[in-house]
């Protein structure tokens, strides 16, 4: 099987360090809010790589970090610390925030049918890993204490900006306007690995280490639990493509310095969810959860399902419009499966053939869209009996788990409600003449594909 692979920026043959075995790391969320639906692209991608790797009998060890502590608003290290600015908005503590948005965060991850991975670890549990490391990073000369804080100093690593591709010179340029003048740093682009003097007063989460009362930066976390978990080779690291630089660049230059040698072969990132503004992102104010589009009647499945339909490495339009397309084929894709007889003979060649083709779009670079028609051609296949489809729809569900044969729930009813309260805000619009108020809630709900029948009596609307 072939993936891209960002470190060598080529689609290369994938080969485990232990023949049968992939380790596989990923990168976990930072809980200080809800996900948006971009970041949980990420993870929707990550389990079909998860799940199709199984598909394709390999037994699969992956690991998840949570962000509970040391990650700023900034990837760069600066910027206001998330877990503060989290606790301040909502009148807690930093550990009641990071409860509260972890237990978020794997409810919308069921939601979506994304298994939870084997390992999930707290980045605060394992402060005396991180400590373990820096101090020999310091002993191998590879981190520096500079105004009480330890830094990692990049100037070590000659080949530092190999994943990302990027050019220091060039980064040089806009370093002025966009990196926190930090002057204990040798070089702007070195990185915490341990904060003693924290520019927040009161940081709640602190611990002893050897450099005095503090706490370990956010990418050291990642580079610990991974070294804990995973040991000393790692198969398959992932993320966003936000992560390459810093962070992952930054977890290179940890490992491979800890570790004495190379760390992890393959890097695989996923793409962006770009709304008409640009990319979606927390700090674009209002955020779009599984949860709102859950209120406007989409099921989270439909969301799976869109996501599946463009490949991981592509960013991908978000619009309602868009998603309510997805919905209703998936809607259909479901009937049409669930209208299927199990009857007649299994016919197993047949079977075999489709599951290897199937096989051969996982591991064509993880192709989903590949996979789905693959799915639609079994449906139309009239050789194939009822028995052979739906036990081949069983087979595949397993890697696109979009619940194919689960019988549709109370989404129905969530839409009904939504679309009601919405029909009562825009008569009451009318009594207001506020005629363009009304007008805008009729073309919300259209570009949902509603669409609202003013009668004598009462308005109704009908699914487009
Ligand atoms: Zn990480």
């Not at 602190?206 to 976390?221: Q, T």
């Not at 592509?314 to 309602?320: A, E, I, T, V």
Request: charged share 30%; glycine share 6%; proline share 2%.
């Amino acid at each position: 099987m072939k993936f891209y692979n960002t470190l060598t920026k080529r689609v290369d043959e994938f080969v485990p360090y232990e023949e049968g075995i992939v380790r596989m790391y990923t990168c976990g969320p930072t809980v200080y809010y809800y996900a948006h639906i971009g970041n949980l692209r990420t993870y929707v991608f990550e389990d079909i790589l998860e799940k199709g790797l199984t598909y394709c009998g390999y037994q699969v060890k992956r690991v998840m970090n949570i962000t509970d502590v040391g990650h700023m608003t900034s990837d760069a290290d600066t910027g206001e610390d998330k877990m503060e600015k989290g606790a301040k908005r909502e009148g807690k503590t930093v550990y009641e925030i990071a409860d509260f948005y972890t237990k978020a965060f794997f409810e919308d991850l069921e939601k979506l049918n994304v298994k939870k991975p084997e390992i999930v670890e707290k980045a605060s549990d394992h402060i005396d890993q991180y400590i373990k490391m820096v101090e020999q990073l310091l002993q191998k000369g590879y981190a520096y204490i500079s105004n009480g804080n330890v830094y990692f100093d990049i100037s070590k690593i000659p080949n530092y900006y190999e994943l990302s591709g990027k050019v220091q010179e060039e980064l040089m340029v806009g370093v002025r306007d966009t990196v926190e003048n930090d002057e204990a740093k040798r070089n702007p682009f070195d990185f915490g690995l341990w904060f003693t003097l924290s520019k927040f007063e009161n940081q709640a989460m602190k611990w002893d280490s050897p450099w005095g009362v503090g706490y370990p930066g956010w990418h050291i976390e990642c580079s610990g639990i991974a070294a804990l978990y995973l040991g000393e080779y790692i198969d398959i690291h992932c993320g966003g493509v936000d992560n390459i630089f810093p962070h992952h660049s930054n977890e290179i230059a940890q490992s491979e310095s800890y570790f004495g040698h190379k760390w992890c072969n393959f890097w695989m990132h996923g793409e962006h969810l770009n709304d008409a503004k640009g990319k979606m992102s927390k700090s674009n104010g209002e955020i779009l959860t599984i949860s709102t589009l859950e209120k406007q009647g989409f099921s989270p499945l439909s969301y799976r399902y869109f996501c599946l339909g463009s490949h991981y490495r592509k960013q991908l339009l978000f619009s309602m419009e868009s998603l309510n397309i997805a919905s209703s084929s998936y809607r259909k894709l479901k009937s049409k499966v669930q209208s299927i007889k199990e009857e007649g003979e299994y016919q197993e060649d047949l079977a075999l053939s489709y599951q290897e083709k199937f096989k051969e779009a996982i591991g064509n670079d993880l192709n989903t869209s590949m996979m789905l028609t693959i799915l639609f051609d079994v449906l139309k296949d009239d050789k194939l009996s009822g028995l052979t489809k739906i036990s081949l729809v069983k087979s595949f569900d397993t890697v696109l788990s979009l619940d194919l044969l689960k019988k549709e729930e109370k989404v129905d009813d969530d839409l009904d409600s939504f679309v009601q309260e919405k029909i009562q805000e825009r008569i009451l619009a009318k009594q207001n003449k506020d005629y363009q108020k009304a007008d805008a809630i009729r073309d919300e709900l259209l570009a949902m594909g509603i669409r609202l029948k003013d009668g004598k009596e009462k308005t109704t609307y009908e699914r487009l």
